[in-house]
């Protein structure tokens, strides 16, 4: 059976149960530490509570984070951060900023060399307080899914950069080792 308690509420003796997740002992009794269901398990003798209300992913240094580019000037470009790799969903997107040294290991003159508006990337987080920095230095880390910006068609890798199979452009990109559409493999005689 499940009840509602909140913290410090008594769930039981230590004779009876041990603190499972979300409790504690405290003078020989076992207490909630926070609000939420306690749920005691006899089989185990443990007495834990589960929480109401579900911890939010937020972004923090060191993450790898997937972003929509919404805006690019000359050295800087603003992200949205939708999803924080093996983390649950977002329950809202947070806005994080790339700026142009930060996207890769040598000189990048312009950040339209690295990105374009639109693109989507994957990106190491670099600061625990929004706007959040992001960087596309690392290997791992870059574009990984683009649209032609003359006829909205997903771009394909080609050549270190992107290329568009419907209009034939050519387009500068740092791209990451996951991007999602590969050049489509040449016909052997």
């Not at 700026?99 to 060399?113: A, E, P, T």
């Not at 068609?153 to 080792?177: E, H, I, M, S, T």
């Not at 991007?179 to 040449?186: F, G, L």
């Amino acid at each position: 059976m499940k009840r509602l308690v909140l913290p410090g509420e008594v769930l039981g003796t230590i004779e009876e149960y041990i603190a499972g997740k979300g409790a504690y002992e405290d003078g020989g009794e076992i207490c909630a530490q926070l609000v939420g269901l306690a749920i005691f398990k006899n089989d185990r003798k443990e007495a834990l509570v589960e929480p109401l209300v579900k911890e939010v992913a937020v972004p923090k240094k060191g993450n790898f984070a997937i972003g929509q580019v919404e805006g690019v000037k000359e050295d800087l470009a603003n992200v949205r951060i939708l999803q924080l790799e093996g983390k649950r969903r977002l329950t809202k997107p947070f806005l994080a900023v790339l700026h142009v040294s930060q996207c890769g290991r040598g000189f990048v003159k312009s950040i339209g060399d690295a990105i374009g508006i639109g693109d989507f990337i994957r990106a190491r987080v670099l600061t625990d307080w929004p706007p959040y920095q992001l960087s596309i230095a690392e290997r791992s880390c870059g574009v990984i899914y683009a649209l032609c910006p003359f006829c909205g068609k997903a771009l394909v890798q080609y050549r270190g950069g992107l290329k568009c199979l419907d209009c034939g452009k050519l387009f500068k990109r740092k791209v990451a080792p996951s991007y999602v559409i590969k050049p489509p493999r040449e016909k052997r005689p």
